[in-house]
């Protein structure tokens, strides 16, 4: 399972020109779904995400997770994230979670990033397209990956 996060001051998903998920100061969640992948790697990726020490304390160093700052958390499903052009000029998707596993695996994770945030965690639509606006604070980007088995 893959989570690309991004340090926001603000992001917002809009499905078909509606708005449903905006946040202040916060993390943006991209996630993708492996199709070996298990409610295991959802949990696990939940807890790091919670607990990564990217916002600024009073000095000024990344050394706050958001459940320290109190900030908000919005995720998007984006099944892209296992596309794999190393061959020809058109992504594979073969590695991404078919949809029915990929959406209960985003279910649970959400789930589980509420639980440990003590918070809502807003979403955008599960296989929808979707318009996806940030603010992103930094920048600061980065990669978590949490295979089964690992």
């Known amino acids: 399972m ?14 078909e020109g509606e708005e449903v998920g905006r946040i202040g100061p916060g993390m943006l969640i991209l996630l993708g779904a492996h199709r070996t992948d298990t409610e295991a790697e959802a949990d696990w990726l939940a807890g790091k995400c919670a607990r990564l020490r990217i916002f600024s304390d009073d000095a000024g160093k990344m050394n706050r997770s958001i459940v320290q700052t109190g900030g908000e958390a919005l995720v998007v499903s984006q099944f892209t994230l296992y596309g794999d052009a190393r061959r020809g000029n ?38 929808a397209m979707m318009d996806v606006h940030l603010v992103n604070d930094g920048p600061v980007t980065l990669w978590v990956e949490r295979r089964h088995g690992a």
């Open 90 to 127: 058109r992504p594979s998707f073969v590695d991404a979670a078919p949809p029915e596993q990929a959406e209960a695996l985003y279910e649970s994770f959400v789930e589980q990033l509420a639980a440990h945030l003590a918070a809502p965690v807003l979403t955008g639509v599960f296989g």
């Open 2 to 15: 893959i989570a690309l996060i991004q340090r926001v001051r603000e992001a917002s998903v809009q499905v």
